[in-house]
């Protein structure tokens, strides 16, 4: 089974920072299946990035997301106080979902 | 809009079954397959299942055999019943929308605590 690893477990910045999030998997994976959520507290997960880069609906363009193989990355380029939440990664292995621990963005 | 409205938290001592529902309403319901997520309190997130438009599910190896999800498709709702509780499945269940081979959930449901206690 794969194993999605996301750093780093808690990333503290400023309002206006490039937030850079990490999402490496156990082997290679299709970026196809590779999927980006964002979690406010109290909230439901939102969908962000789908098939590695594509944005989701509404997702301003300040986030993005790249990466091919074992290595996904997800880019917020100027951060806005909205955006400190919990990120997740999510792949698809072997007829199963599955998520990595998240990534946790908190105001510096 | 597309939207998931699922039922109310729900209290259960260990060994029983809990079902819960979501109802989906924006969409033809038949086109897109739904699935289960759950999170722990403090945790992350944890797929459960699918059910497939047609009918068909498919559970996550660790729920094999204690969990099944069923569908009305006269009221646009599914359901998840979990059974042989323990303590350990207290979390928010989570329902969530996915067209077929799109490997994304979109939207996801308001989510249901279900909470195992004696």
């Known amino acids: 089974e794969i194993v999605l690893t996301q750093s780093p477990g808690t990333l503290s910045l400023s309002p206006g920072e490039r937030a850079t999030l990490s999402c490496r998997a156990s082997q290679s994976v299709s970026s196809r299946y590779l999927v980006w959520y964002q979690q406010k507290p109290g909230q439901a997960p939102r969908l962000l990035i789908y098939?590695?880069?594509s944005r989701a609906t509404g997702i301003p363009d300040r986030f993005s997301g790249s990466g091919s193989g074992t290595d996904f990355t997800l880019t917020i380029s100027r951060l806005e106080p909205e955006d400190f939440a919990v990120y997740y990664c999510q792949q698809y292995d072997n007829l199963e979902y599955i998520f990595g621990q998240g990534t946790k963005l908190e105001i510096k | 809009q597309v939207q998931l409205v699922q039922s109310g938290a729900e209290v259960k001592k260990p060994g029983a079954s809990v079902k819960v529902s979501c109802r989906a309403s924006g969409y033809t319901f038949t086109n897109y397959q739904m699935h289960w997520v759950r999170q722990a309190p403090g945790q992350g997130l944890q797929w459960v299942g699918i059910?497939?438009?047609?009918?068909?599910?498919q559970y996550a190896q660790r729920f094999q055999g204690r969990v099944t999800m069923t569908r009305d498709t006269s009221t646009s709702t599914v359901y998840m019943e979990l059974r042989s509780l323990t303590s350990e499945d207290t979390a928010i269940y989570y329902c969530a929308r996915e067209m077929d081979l799109d490997y994304w959930f979109d939207p996801w449901g308001q989510g249901t605590l279900v909470t195992v206690s004696s």
């Open positions: 098939a590695a880069s």
């Open positions: 059910i497939r438009p047609g009918g068909v599910t």
